[in-house]
């Protein structure tokens, strides 16, 4: 374990590969760590940003068995998003639900703790409401729930810290829906058979995001943007898809459910200066669900910091041995 941080080292696969979960989608999967220890689920955040070699580092490789996979239509599963083919009907948080499930039981795991943060969040929550039984711990770091409200927040509430950015992000819509739902403009322009509307739609949403984490000290300064074009451009599908729908949830449900989490022990970290997900849904959350436990990191925003880190590590840590 380096110094200047509190993850463990590097760790490669052992295993990977494709599932098929229908509908012309294959799901990309691999496992990490020892092949005899605790099953622990990665479900990465976007929704869209695919899985992360980072993320396998807040786990003990000693004690855990990690699987990470990356979501219907990103990263390495196909078709992926990046290619206005790829049909996004398919691609919805029930859909992401039964993949996880599906995933599971091909690699014959009876239960699994889950560990993930942003969208994660949401999907672990929609997961564990609806298998409770198949769910031993949560962990999660930066709660969401993709209420209609947080949605609204994210991409026009927050234009009241950055007006100049955000009369950007609006004027990247045609003038006649500048007033109405963005995000629904923003998820027909990604849907455009024009690369170039798809490529402008793309930049100026990235744009936004980085803005709204312009402040925080930690982290890229411009964690959407810097990303490769393809990825770049099947997170903006992805995430207006998702944020245009609801992410078909009904409002508030997640919270509302929270009870059927009761037995499952949670920790919930999060950053006092989240912009992007503000503090009050994890304290929403802390308060419906029986056995979580609410961690405020007093340096952290939506990009984490050191201190988010070790306080991730030092709950799977504490995890590993039940």
């Not at 509908?23 to 622990?40: F, Q, S, T, Y």
């Not at 490529?199 to 490769?228: F, H, K, M």
């Not at 898809?241 to 078909?248: D, K, L, M, T």
Request: hydrophobic content about 40%; charged content about 25%.
């Amino acid at each position: 374990m380096v110094d200047d941080d509190p993850l463990y080292p590097p760790i490669e696969p052992y295993e990977q590969g494709m599932l098929d979960v229908g509908d012309g989608n294959l799901v990309h999967w691999e496992i990490c760590g020892n092949p005899r220890g605790k099953p622990a689920l990665v479900v990465h955040g976007g929704p869209g940003s695919g899985c992360t070699p980072r993320a396998r580092q807040f786990f003990d490789p000693a004690r855990y068995r990690v699987v990470l996979f990356d979501q219907r239509n990103c990263g390495r599963s196909t078709p992926h998003a990046s290619d206005p083919a790829a049909d996004m009907r398919h691609n919805t948080t029930r859909h992401l639900i039964a993949d996880m499930e599906r995933l599971r039981t091909h690699l014959g795991i009876e239960r699994w703790l889950l560990y993930g943060g942003s969208w994660g969040s949401t999907l672990i929550l929609a997961y564990a409401e609806s298998h409770s039984e198949r769910v031993s711990e949560i962990v999660i770091a930066g709660v969401t729930t993709t209420r209609r409200s947080e949605i609204d927040w994210l991409y026009k509430g927050a234009g009241r810290l950055f007006p100049e950015e955000w009369e950007r992000f609006r004027a990247g819509v045609p003038e006649g829906e500048r007033d109405g739902d963005l995000v629904a403009a923003y998820a027909r322009l990604m849907e455009s058979h024009d690369p170039a509307v798809r490529e402008r739609a793309t930049a100026d949403w990235c744009a936004w995001e980085d803005a709204v984490l312009s402040q925080e000290p930690n982290g890229s300064p411009a964690p959407y943007s810097d990303r490769p074009p393809a990825a770049r451009q099947a997170l903006v599908r992805i995430c207006a898809h998702y944020f245009s729908h609801g992410a078909w949830l009904a409002e508030g449900a997640l919270l509302r459910d929270a009870g059927r989490l009761a037995g499952i022990p949670g920790v919930l970290v999060h950053g006092r200066f989240d912009v992007a997900a503000v503090l009050g849904t994890a304290w929403e959350l802390a308060r419906a669900w029986p056995d979580a436990r609410l961690v405020i990191v007093e340096d952290a925003g939506h990009k984490g910091s050191r201190t988010e880190r070790r306080e991730v590590r030092a709950a799977l840590d504490a995890f590993a041995g039940r």
